[in-house]
């Protein structure tokens, strides 16, 4: 799966910022891909499975597929 998202030379400071967004305007987006950018394990956006009021049921990052 592509989307806008990946291999976009996204880093930490911009996976925060994005986290912010989400979380202050929570969605119906069920997936998002953000492999191929250089993010450190921060584990921000993982943070939003757990959040009752986001809706995000797969996150690829880097390699990995967080469900």
């Given at each position: 799966?592509?989307?806008?998202?990946?291999d976009?030379g996204?880093?930490?400071?911009?996976?925060?910022a994005?986290?912010?967004?989400?979380?202050?305007?929570?969605?119906?987006?069920?997936?998002?891909?953000?492999?191929?950018?250089?993010?450190?394990?921060?584990?921000?956006?993982?943070?939003?499975?757990?959040?009752?009021?986001?809706?995000?049921?797969?996150?690829?990052?880097?390699?990995?597929?967080?469900?």
């Amino acid at each position: 799966m592509d989307s806008p998202l990946s291999d976009c030379g996204l880093k930490d400071e911009g996976c925060a910022a994005l986290t912010s967004a989400l979380r202050s305007n929570p969605s119906h987006l069920r997936e998002l891909n953000l492999s191929g950018n250089k993010l450190g394990d921060s584990g921000l956006l993982s943070d939003l499975k757990d959040d009752p009021h986001y809706k995000l049921e797969i996150l690829y990052y880097c390699e990995y597929i967080i469900i």
